[in-house]
C-alpha cells in the first residue's frame, strides 16, 4: 500500500543525516517520513489587535522541535504566516508584535538542523486578515461587484505577495511549504467578478461573465474559469519555489472531497496533484468517524501513485482548543490513517501565550512510537473488492447549490462497505480508464445522475471484459447540465427502459422468499422495508427483474399540498421492479430502482437497505480473495504483499463512547472520544488456506484452520498477518 518500502526505509538514515543516498540523489523527505507535528499559535485566527503583545510572546521554535523531537515526530510544520502576521522577520507582511525582536522560523529552522528534522514552513493564502485590510485592490468581488469579506481574488495580483513571502522564507534553509487555505470561499456569495477576472473571462470566452449561478452554459463555463484560476494560481506559485530551491516542497491543502463542493473552487483530481503530494484533514469535527478512512483513500485516488499526507489534530473539537485527545482516541485515528496508505501530520495549537502542552506531546509520543513500532506492516498493496465511483460533474450539476443531495450516495455505499467489511476503494470520473475500474471485481455507481457517452461506453468496456456493475438511484436519468432526460444513458447496460423519475424518496423495497440467494440473506421476505432515497420506476427489456418497488402512500392533505413529505410514509402500490439484473458480455449489471447506498447515509438508515447494498455485491463477486466477519465497529483494511505471499488484515475498532443531547444543533452529535480498547471476535476466510497466521499484539489470539483464521482482538489497532 504505501510505496516506501523496506529498503527505502534503511536508507532513510543516511539521508536524514545528511548524505545522499547510496546510488543516486536523496529521496525527498515526504517519502521516507511517516508522521511529523505541525505547531501554530491560538489566538489571531479571529484576528488581532496590534497592542497584543501577550499573543504568541512565548511561542519559541527551538521549543517547538525539542517537544517534536521527543514525540518522535520525523518532520515539523511551523506556522510561518497565517491571515495576520509572520512569525519571522518578513519585510512583506506585518510581524506578530508580541514575538519582540525574536524570528520563530530562524529559531525552529536552526534548532532542527541539529537534529536532521525537515522544516516545513506553514503558509496561508486566503483568511482575509490585516493584509486583505490593507490591499482591498486584492478582494474577491461578488457577481455584485461588492468585495466578499476575507477572501482574496486568486487573479488580482496577490500571487505576486505570495511569491515575496517564499522567497524570505526559502532563504531560512527550509525544506519545503505546506500551503494552506486555496479555496475560494465555502459558500455564497460566490467570486470572482472583480475587473481582473472579468478580462480574463471575456478574453477566454469571448462573452461576459453571468449574472450569478444561473446553471446554464455561462455557469458551466464560470466553473470551468474558477477551476482554472485555482489550478494556475498553484501551478505558478510551485512553478516560482521550484525555481528558487528545486529540492523544496509545495503541498496545497486540499479541499477536492465531500463535504467540499463547486464553490471552494476545487475538483478532485484537477486541484489533487498540484503540488508535490497532496494534504488534507480529516477532523471528527468536520467529516464525520468514517471520513477518517473515506478522505485518505480519495486522496489516493486523486493522486495515484503518490504519497499523501493527512493532517489530524490533538484537540477534541476544533483545531484552537487547548484540549487533548484521550490516547486511544488520537491511536484509533491515526491506525486508520496509516493503515490506509497516508502519512500523517498531528496539528498542535499552542496557547494563547505560545506555550506547549506537555501533556499532549506524552501522548502524541506514545501514539507516534507505537506507530512506527509496526512500520513494517503497512507493506504490501490494498485488496479491495468494490470500486466506489465519484463523479465531480455529478457533484456540480445535480448537487449544485446542495451538494449533500449528491454526497449521500457515494458516503452511504462506502458506510455500507466499511460496516459490510468490504474492502472498497474510491474511482473518480475525472481520471478513471478501462485499467484503472479493472482493478476493482465491483464497482459501484452511487446516484450518479450525469455521465458522459464517453463514461458509459468505459462502463460497458469494463462489464462486457467481465467487469461487475451495481447502478444505483438516479444514476445516468440526468443530462450533462443537470436536466431531466426523457431516457436513461445507461439503459443499454442496465437491460431496461426508465418510465419515469420519482419525486418521493421514501420508497420501499419488496423480495420474494425465492429470489436468488444471497440476494435476500439476512432479510423477510415479502416484507417491504424503506429504502429512502431516489427512485426511478424500471421497466425491464433485457434484464431479470427481482423484487418490487413501492412507491409511498400519500394522504389526501399530503396531495393537496397542505402537509409536507419529509417524514416517511407507509409503502402504498407496487410500481416497478426492484432490481433489474442484467448480464453483459463476460460481465453483469445489477441496477437497483433505489437507492439503499443513499439509504444507509440518510435518516433512517435501517441494516435491511445496508445488507441489500452488501448482498448485491455478494451476489455479483462471491468467492472475494478474504472475507472478514466482526463487529460493525471495526474497520477494515486488507493488504497483499505478493513478493513474500502475505496479506495483512488491519482491524481497526473505533467505539465512540455515548453521548448526550448537545447543547444546540440538536440532533447533530459529534462521537465521543474513543477511551477504550475493545476485546472482540473476528472470522478471516481466504480462498485458498492460509499457511501461517499471527497477531501484531501479544494479547490478541490467532487460530488457523483449513479454511482461514479466527481471532480474538484486544486493542484500538491489531494486523493480522497471513502467509498464503
Ligand atoms: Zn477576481
Known sequence: MRTRDLRTAALAFFVSTGAAAIGGEPSPWYRRTLLGIEVGPTGSQFGSDPSDVGYAARFNGREVVRRCVEADAEYVVIWARDGEYAYYDSKVVAKCPGLDNRDVLRETVDEAARHGLPVIAYCVVQQGGRYLAEHPEFAMRAADGAAIPGRFCLNSGYLETLKALTGEMLAYGIDGFHVDMLDQGFGTPYGCWCDACRKLFEAEYGSAPPSGPTWDESWDRMLAFRYETSRRFERELYRHVKDLKPEATVDFNYHGNPPFSFEVGQRPVQHGGNGDFLTGETGVWGFSTLGVGLNAEFYRAATPGRPFQVAIQRGVRMYHDQTTRPLNDIRWELSTLLAHGAFVTMVDKTGYDGALDPVAYRRIGEAFREARAGQADLAGTPVRDVGIYFSSRTRDWYGREKPARAFRAFQGAHRALVLEHIPWGVALDENATAESLAAFPVVILPNVAVLSDEEVARFRAYVEAGGRLIVTGWTGVLGWRGEPREDSSMEGLIGGRLVRRLDEEDV????????????????????????????????????????????????????????????????????????????????????????????????????????????????????????????????????????????????????????????????????????????????????????????????SIVTLDAAGVSAVVDDIHDVIVIEY
Open 508 to 699: 420501499h423495497m419488496r423480495f420474494p422468499g425465492d429470489a436468488t440467494p444471497p440476494m435476500i440473506d439476512g432479510l423477510e421476505p415479502d416484507w417491504p422495508f424503506l429504502v429512502e432515497g431516489p427512485a426511478v420506476v424500471y421497466e425491464a427489456t433485457t434484464a431479470v427483474p427481482v423484487g418490487r418497488l413501492h412507491a409511498p402512500h400519500r394522504t389526501v392533505r399530503q396531495k393537496q399540498g397542505k402537509e409536507g413529505t419529509l417524514w416517511p410514509m407507509s409503502a402504498g402500490e407496487a410500481v416497478g421492479p426492484a432490481v433489474l439484473i442484467h448480464d453483459v458480455g463476460r460481465g453483469r449489471v445489477l441496477t437497483f430502482a433505489g437507492s439503499p447506498d443513499a439509504a444507509t447515509a440518510g435518516e433512517h438508515p435501517i441494516v435491511e437497505a445496508r445488507k441489500l447494498l452488501a448482498n448485491a455485491v455478494r451476489l455479483l463477486h462471491p468467492s472475494p480473495r478474504v472475507r472478514v466477519s466482526a463487529p460493525t465497529f471495526v474497520e477494515l483494511v486488507v493488504t497483499d504483499e505478493p513478493s513474500s505471499r502475505t496479506l495483512r488484515v488491519h482491524l481497526i475498532a473505533g467505539a465512540p463512547s455515548p453521548t448526550t443531547t448537545p447543547p444546540a444543533n440538536r440532533p447533530f452529535v459529534i462521537p465521543g472520544l474513543i477511551e477504550d480498547a475493545p476485546t472482540y471476535r473476528a472470522r478471516i476466510v481466504l480462498d485458498a488456506p492460509p499457511r501461517l497466521a499471527r497477531a501484531g499484539k501479544p494479547a
